[in-house]
């Protein structure tokens, strides 16, 4: 049996520059050490991480009772209020926010403050997302359907800018940005802020999972660009199966002849594709 894993698998340059700040931060001995939030969306490397002393901030309530100490920002990043009340703690700050994410942060930013409103192709909630809203000074939107699009209206008399998810689906942002457009609004400036990595890694995947008789996507289960890479490979290859970690993997399902195809999200570490890939050469 061929396994074909793809070379754009794993950690992204964002990701790998995040976890490897809070590893440099623990070699330091700077301690505590917290990270707001996961550092990134991978539960087995939030594990060790944990096991090294590094503690998680989960809300701004329980920011606002550390007195001591080194927080780090996420690599998905934060609004622009968490830098603030940081700083007010008189806390050590690290910020490993993905320098693509904080460049969507800029724009957002200074857009908004020049009046313009601003729409996020994306999905709500996303910590990502979170944190884009947060460097808006103004009306901003967050859109991730055909449907909420359609019924998108704009604020009148406001130039609108839209930016973009950096893990979103390429053709999706397209399609949503088409319907908008249809709608012939005036001054709109439309930047795809989708991160070149993400394309790289869709565009294989989907490339892969189109010759393979199965094909496995391995990734966090909170990993919102492990979920695209799953859902672009599950309409080329309906064999498709989401593994978080080896133990997931039943080699009862791959076949016993012809092509698997592996691929990860940018949170999955090397040494777990490497691990999945051995098992299925078995």
Not at 220 to 228: D, I, L, P, V, W
Request: charged residues 25%.
């Amino acid at each position: 049996m061929e396994v074909i894993v793809a070379k754009t698998a794993g950690f992204c340059f964002g990701v790998k520059r995040a976890v490897d700040q809070v590893y440099h931060q623990i070699e330091e001995g700077r301690k505590p050490i917290y990270t707001y939030g996961p550092i990134i969306h991978n539960e087995e490397v939030v594990r060790e991480l944990g096991e090294k002393g590094v503690r998680i901030i989960n809300s701004e309530e329980e920011l606002s009772g550390i007195c001591e100490g080194t927080v780090v920002i996420r690599s998905h990043g934060v609004p622009k209020r968490i830098y603030a009340l940081i700083e007010q703690r008189g806390l050590r700050m690290v910020d490993a926010t993905c320098p693509f994410v904080r460049k969507i942060h800029r724009i957002v930013e200074e857009r908004s403050s020049s009046g313009s409103e601003i729409v996020i192709i994306g999905n709500d909630g996303h910590p990502e997302v979170e944190g884009i809203k947060g460097w808006a000074s103004g009306p901003v939107t967050v859109i991730s359907s055909e449907e909420e699009a359609a019924q998108f209206r704009p604020t009148p008399g406001m130039p609108l800018c839209i930016v973009s998810q950096t893990t979103f689906n390429y053709k999706k942002f397209d399609k949503l940005v088409e319907i908008i457009l249809k709608m012939r609004y005036d001054d709109i400036d439309v930047m795809c802020t989708i991160c070149s990595a993400t394309e790289e890694r869709q565009s294989e995947a989907r490339e892969i999972a189109g010759k393979a008789d199965c094909m496995i996507v391995i990734g966090g289960t909170h990993s919102s660009n492990t979920r695209k890479l799953f859902e672009i490979c599950k309409t080329e290859c309906a064999n498709t199966y989401y593994i978080q970690t080896i133990k997931d993997l039943d080699i009862r399902l791959l076949p016993s002849m012809g092509c698997v195809g592996i691929t990860a999200g940018a949170s999955t570490p090397n040494k777990l594709i490497e691990e999945v890939s051995k098992q299925c050469q078995i």
